[in-house]
């Protein structure tokens, strides 16, 4: 097919912008036949009243796009007539084709939300990872972070949501949801998502976050006491929890203490990756709120973005590899 001159025009530009690298590298590291694959079974046939659909291949870009800049559905419908480089990387020509609208993705949202689909993406992507080598099995990180909800009754129903809850950190209070990762102590990518409501202690989510294979997990001080639980007495892998901050700035000056601190140094290196995964979502991928209402429609969002940023991550190693293949 004949290229428009609007795509010639952009072909030849002479700089490439750090949106144009950002979608050429994800573009490249995502395992795009394995996700079509995964989808396939659950992607309609029609797009309804005979219409033929949308390609599943576009789709999925679309979602990815949307995913990764932080977009509502009406925004990535804009950003793709606004953005030469997300519509090629999409894979729209406007001079042959209208964009997929917002309703279309809501649709395709709601059908990965209904099949537990986007899980299925996250273990796609990490099975895809683990099989390049990335993914070892002998250690854990588990974290947890905050996602601040709309604390706003400012709606239909006069109502916040009643999925989400109030949690403290420190002496703040913040209305949302948690995020429980699992990530692998290694690498520092995440294998394990779980959301829960913002209240939920975080060590009640410590075993769930763990693969089963591990001989080691590390975790913050709140974490503290996860060894004695009822759910952890059978697991064989050894804690290594950080000590309380109080009692950390307590310890005495003396060769005891120098060796006790020099262990709270080096479990806080190995637990600073779980940060990474973190720092992508909330501040590259700008998720910082909840989308949407309810705990399940959130918590299947952090699948995607889990497992983009895994990709993200990755990218270095995965386009260095000289067995890399761009499917």
Same mark, same amino acid.
């Given at each position: 097919?004949?290229?428009?001159?609007?795509?010639?025009e952009y072909a030849a530009k002479k700089k490439q912008t750090r949106r144009d690298r950002f979608l050429a590298e994800i573009d490249a590291v995502t395992?795009? *036949?394995e996700l079509e694959r995964t989808v396939t079974p659950f992607y309609p046939r029609s797009g309804g009243r005979g219409r033929p659909p949308i390609g599943l291949a576009r789709m999925l870009r679309m979602y990815v796009a949307q995913?990764?800049?932080?977009?509502?559905?009406?925004?990535?419908?804009?950003?793709?007539?606004?953005?030469?480089?997300?519509?090629r990387f999409v894979g729209i020509d406007l001079n042959r084709e209208s964009a997929p609208d917002a309703t279309t993705l809501l649709n395709f949202r709601h059908l990965l939300e209904n099949h537990q689909l986007t899980e299925s993406i996250f273990n796609t992507i990490t099975g895809h990872l683990a099989a390049k080598g990335l993914l070892l099995r002998e250690g854990t990180i588990v974290d947890a972070t905050l996602i601040a909800a709309p604390p706003s009754t400012k709606n239909k129903d006069g109502k916040r949501d009643p999925d989400m809850h109030q949690s403290k950190?420190?002496?703040?209070?913040?209305?949302g949801?948690?995020?429980?990762?699992? *990530?692998?102590?290694?690498?520092?990518?995440?294998?394990t998502v779980i959301g829960t409501a913002g209240n939920v202690s975080d060590v009640t989510q410590a075993q769930a976050l763990l693969h089963g294979d591990e001989t080691d997990a590390?975790?913050?001080?709140?974490?503290?006491?996860?060894?004695?639980?009822?759910?952890?007495?059978?697991?064989p892998?050894?804690?290594?929890?950080?000590?309380?901050?109080?009692?950390?700035?307590?310890?005495?000056?003396?060769?005891?203490?120098?060796?006790?601190?020099?262990?709270?140094?080096?479990?806080?290196?190995?637990?600073?990756? *779980?940060?990474?995964?973190?720092?992508v979502v909330k501040n590259l991928f700008r998720h910082r709120k909840t989308r949407y209402k309810g705990l399940a429609k959130n918590t299947a969002q952090l699948f995607s973005l889990f497992g983009l940023a895994n990709l993200f991550m990755a990218r270095r190693w995965l386009l260095d590899a000289p067995s890399q293949s761009a499917s």
């Open positions: 097919m004949q290229a428009s001159f609007s795509e010639l395992p795009w *036949v995913q990764c800049f932080g977009l509502s559905d009406e925004g990535i419908e804009d950003a793709l007539y606004d953005s030469q480089a997300i519509r950190k420190g002496k703040q209070w913040y209305f949801m948690k995020a429980h990762i699992g *990530v692998d102590a290694q690498s520092g990518l995440v294998h590390f975790g913050d001080a709140g974490y503290q006491g996860v060894e004695k639980r009822d759910d952890n007495l059978e697991c892998v050894t804690w290594h929890v950080a000590m309380r901050p109080s009692k950390r700035k307590a310890l005495p000056a003396t060769p005891l203490g120098g060796l006790l601190e020099r262990l709270e140094h080096t479990k806080a290196s190995i637990r600073a990756k *779980v940060e990474h995964p973190f720092h």
